[in-house]
């Protein structure tokens, strides 16, 4: 299946940082259980449910875009000490750290800015030394509040670093990375969370962050993970990209879904909506 697309003048390319321990997919999604899934068995591997920390950058204008920076090097204790690959990966793919421009965030969870810093040498260094990070204001503010902060420690270790270094922007609705790239705020998963709009020579596409887990929300997109922090918010939200992206022809990029399944478009055939992979 593809690994990249070209959208206009835009080349959106993915990577794979980690492969996370599967889970029961009741315990991603609390308000569904066996029979729900029954449909469904095709999205599962062995009966559960494998995410994918995969990711994408962006060769647009001139420039070199992550979005999203995946796990981090680890060992990571909360995913069975597994490792991430992302810096490797993005090498084989031909993309130096310091090749990079602008690193995105669609929000501020552990599996999406984790190689922001290096702290091989003791101190943080940015991992992309020659890149912005550009994240949501709104998670921002979030995740800086005393009572959230205590259960989100990656950002104090990749994220609130940048600011004291001045790298980081924080943006909100309808910011223009540049003319082919823009953030449109989806709040639910978090406060803040965003897609990134790409428009190129009358072609689209968005790079979806965790707006999508699954290839069924599709189809089912009352189902919410149990970490959304707005459910109705994240409901009504992947919604609206959904019907957009039917209406629109966009080409979605979702990192979580399995290596051959993370680039579709939002089909409906006989009255229900469906996941078709881009080949």
């Known amino acids: 299946m593809a690994n990249q697309i070209r959208v206009g003048n835009v080349e959106i390319k993915y990577v794979l940082d980690m492969l996370p321990p599967p889970r029961d997919p009741s315990a991603m999604f609390p308000t569904t259980d066996a029979h729900d899934w029954e449909p469904y068995h095709d999205a599962l591997e062995d009966c559960q449910l ?5 990711h994408f950058y962006l060769r647009s204008k001139g420039q070199t875009i992550m979005v999203d920076t995946g796990m981090g090097p680890g060992p990571h204790p909360s995913r069975d000490n597994r490792t991430g690959d ?3 990966q993005l090498k084989l793919g031909g993309v130096n750290p310091e090749d990079v421009d602008i690193v995105l965030m669609t929000h501020m969870h ?11 040498s003791g101190e943080p260094r940015p991992y992309f030394p020659n890149a912005r990070y550009l994240g949501p204001r709104l998670d921002w503010e979030h995740f800086r509040k005393p009572e959230f902060a205590a259960n989100a420690p990656w950002v104090a270790h990749s994220v609130i670093p940048l600011e004291k270094m001045g ?6 609705d309808g910011h223009v990375v540049n003319d082919e790239v823009t953030a449109i705020s989806t709040p639910g998963h978090t406060p803040g969370h965003m897609v990134f709009d790409i428009t190129s020579d009358g072609q689209k596409a968005m790079v979806v962050g965790d707006l999508l887990h699954s290839k069924v929300q599709v189809e089912r997109p009352e189902w919410t993970a149990g970490v959304d922090t707005d459910k109705e918010a994240s409901r009504r939200n ?5 019907d957009r992206a039917e209406s629109e022809d966009i080409v979605i990029a ?6 051959d399944d993370h680039l579709g478009k939002v089909i409906q055939k006989e009255g229900k909506r469906y996941w078709q992979v881009i080949k």
């Not at 552990?110 to 091989?120: A, E, F, K, Q, R």
């Not at 790298?167 to 909100?172: A, M, V």
């Not at 992947?238 to 959904?242: A, F």
């Open 50 to 54: 494998q995410l994918y920390y995969g």
């Open 86 to 88: 992302m810096l490797n």
């Open 110 to 120: 552990i599996d999406h800015v984790g190689w922001n810093l290096d702290y091989t």
């Open 167 to 172: 790298l980081l922007e924080l943006i909100d």
């Open 238 to 242: 992947r919604k609206m990209i959904l």
């Open 254 to 259: 979702a990192g979580h879904f399995h290596p």
